[in-house]
């Protein structure tokens, strides 16, 4: 009886097989809490790439509209679409929202949302339907018109513009001609550090301004295109005997208004000049050009008149210039520009019960 009772107290004592016992009632709430935080952490995944997406789509929207505002708005959802999908999350896609155009504050608002599956993250979510949770970003752009264009190669100084259009066609060389006051006149060639003939200029900035006998620039065969469209030239309409693209494209000027920018001493902007740059853009004018007498990179050179013009252009090339007429001073926004105006554009924060 005693040896009984000593093994039933043995066998009271042995705890082998309990922790399997707690183990397998602890495995299924762990594999639970591992299921969910897979689902919590690839749901905040799939959020951030739909902000990547609203914040693109956003920008694109905002550019869209500070280039032309009268066909943004039909636009817009092209664009918001195609930036959103272009950062489109795993395993769904977003869609895009166009939430507001606000052309007055020149402000834009896109959202991007879907639908992400899981199963138990939708425990905690709240959401009718269980199978998925709705993830939404949202993102707000404005643009500011007026402040950059894309222009020509060269640029005026100042005291060579008149306050208005005179009306009568002249010749202007490339020169440095000072007017009274160290005042910058006379066309020059644009050092913006770039090599392209086709300059990004925005208002205040400072630059180089060159003269000389002639300008250096490259222009590639989709540029040459562009800059043709956008100005109504025709490339079949250029004389056989202008073979490369930047003969073509100064060719091209001839008979067409230019948004040609206007330089002024560093000295008349608000900032600090950064060394080497001696002068600044400080407007944009509206050039009629009527002839054009210029040498590009040493062996291109354009000598061309509109026929209707009796140009006074020089019979030699040691000097160059531009025969023409301004007609007034405009701003970015105005139908002058050889490309498309490039507004400035930026993310603005949105307030967090839009999120």
């Avoid at 929202?97 to 949302?113: L, Q, Y």
């Amino acid at each position: 009886m005693r040896r009984m009772i000593r093994h039933l107290q043995a066998r009271a004592r042995d705890e082998r097989g309990a922790n399997a016992v707690l183990l397998a009632m602890l495995i299924v709430p762990m594999m639970g809490f591992g299921a969910l935080a897979l689902d919590i952490s690839a749901q905040h995944a799939e959020r951030t790439q739909l902000q990547q997406g609203a914040d693109a789509a956003a920008l694109a929207v905002a550019l869209a509209c500070g280039e032309d505002s009268s066909t943004c708005a039909g636009t817009s959802q092209g664009i918001g679409d195609e930036f959103v999908a272009s950062n489109a999350g795993i395993p769904v896609d977003g869609a895009a929202t166009i939430e507001e155009i606000d052309f007055t504050g020149k402000r834009v608002t896109v959202s991007a949302d879907a639908a992400f599956p899981h199963f138990f993250a939708s425990l905690i979510d709240g959401d009718a339907d269980p199978s998925s949770t709705y993830v939404r970003a949202i993102a707000t752009a404005e643009w500011e018109n007026g402040t950059r264009a894309t222009v020509v190669p060269f640029a005026i100084g100042e005291c060579t513009v008149p306050t208005s259009g005179n009306g009568s066609s002249e010749y202007i060389p490339i020169e440095n001609k000072t007017c009274s006051g160290s005042v910058p006149g006379g066309f020059g060639w644009l050092e913006d550090g770039t090599q392209s003939c086709i300059k990004d200029v925005a208002l205040l900035d400072f630059t180089t301004i060159t003269t000389g006998n002639t300008g250096k620039c490259i222009l590639s065969n989709e540029d040459l295109v562009a800059a043709a469209d956008q100005i109504g030239c025709s490339l079949s309409s250029v004389p056989n005997k202008y073979k490369t693209n930047i003969e073509k494209l100064f060719f091209c000027f001839i008979g067409r208004t230019l948004l040609v920018p206007v330089f002024n001493l560093a000295s008349q902007c608000p900032t600090t000049p950064p060394a080497g740059k001696a002068y600044c853009i400080t407007k944009f004018a509206a050039f009629e050009v009527d002839g054009v007498h210029v040498k590009v990179n040493g062996n291109e050179q354009i000598d061309a008149c509109e026929p209707a013009v009796s140009c006074s252009l020089p019979n030699n090339w040691g000097e160059l210039g531009f025969q023409g007429r301004f007609i007034q001073y405009v701003t970015v926004e105005d139908d002058w520009t050889l490309g498309p105006p490039k507004p400035k554009i930026k993310l603005v924060p949105v307030p967090d019960h839009l999120n």
